[in-house]
T-cell receptor
Framework: EAAVTQSPRNKVAVTGGKVTLSCNQT?????MYWYRQDTGHGLRLIHY???????EKGDIPDGYKASRPSQENFSLILELATPSQTSVYFC????????????FGKGTRLTVV | GDQVEQSPSALSLHEGTGSALRCNFT?????VQWFRKNSRGSLINLFY???GTKENGRLKSAFDSKERYSTLHIRDAQLEDSGTYFC??????????FGSGTQLTVMP
């Protein structure tokens, strides 16, 4: 079973502050993803990576940066957090290729006040 | 853009009964996944299909890329099946395109 671990699980941040969400996967998957989920919506892709050192923009990248320093780790960075970024963030990993099964972490609930 | 239309948005079932969820796609999808979001907010993988059907216990899923739909059938529903179910499909891009979810409530 794929293991994707996110930290922190809950975070309260102040407007204008910097927030870093971390994700670690232990399955040697090439692909990693950051999604956000808002009430009443499905998940939407923010950034993804297909290997260490790569980051790509997803559907809604504005206001977010990503970092993939290693195969195992993928971070999402909010340089200047805003209340509109209050959401639940999910990290996911998948094997090489575009159509492989994807496994999600348990999510991080971020509140920006 | 590519879209996934999931229905129904909400569903109530009595224990022991069954029903089906459906996702229609506006374009050809290469694969589909079904998830359940449990009470703790975790996304549980139910099925991954590139074609055909799969069955696991009381759940069965089908994916028809040509006809642009996927279904998830639940039979003999139990209280612990309650939660939000999502389908997500892979088109030509890197991201999974999610449906908006089905809130399933199983009642005694």
């Amino acid at each position: 079973e794929a293991a994707v671990t996110q930290s922190p699980r809950n975070k309260v941040a102040v407007t204008g502050g910097k927030v870093t969400l971390s994700c670690n996967q232990t399955n040697n998957h090439n692909n990693m993803y950051w999604y956000r989920q808002d009430t009443g919506h499905g998940l939407r892709l923010i950034h993804y990576s297909y290997g260490a050192g790569s980051t790509e923009k997803g559907d809604i990248p504005d206001g977010y940066k990503a970092s993939r320093p290693s195969q195992e780790n993928f971070s999402l960075i909010l340089e200047l957090a805003t209340p509109s970024q209050t959401s639940v963030y999910f990290c996911a990993s998948g094997d090489r290729g575009r159509y492989t099964e994807v496994f999600f972490g348990k999510g991080t609930r971020l509140t920006v006040v | 853009g590519d879209q996934v239309e999931q229905s129904p948005s909400a569903l109530s079932l009595h224990e022991g009964t069954g029903s089906a969820l459906r996702c229609n796609f506006t374009t050809t999808m290469r694969a589909v996944q079904w998830f359940r979001k449990n009470s703790r907010g975790s996304l549980i993988n139910l099925f991954y299909l590139a074609s055909g059907t799969k069955e696991n216990g009381r759940l069965k899923s089908a994916f028809d890329s040509k006809e642009r739909y996927s279904t998830l059938h639940i039979r003999d529903a139990q209280l612990e099946d309650s939660g939000t179910y999502f389908c997500a499909a892979a088109s030509g891009s890197w991201q999974l395109i999610f449906g908006s979810g089905t809130q399933l409530t199983v009642m005694p």
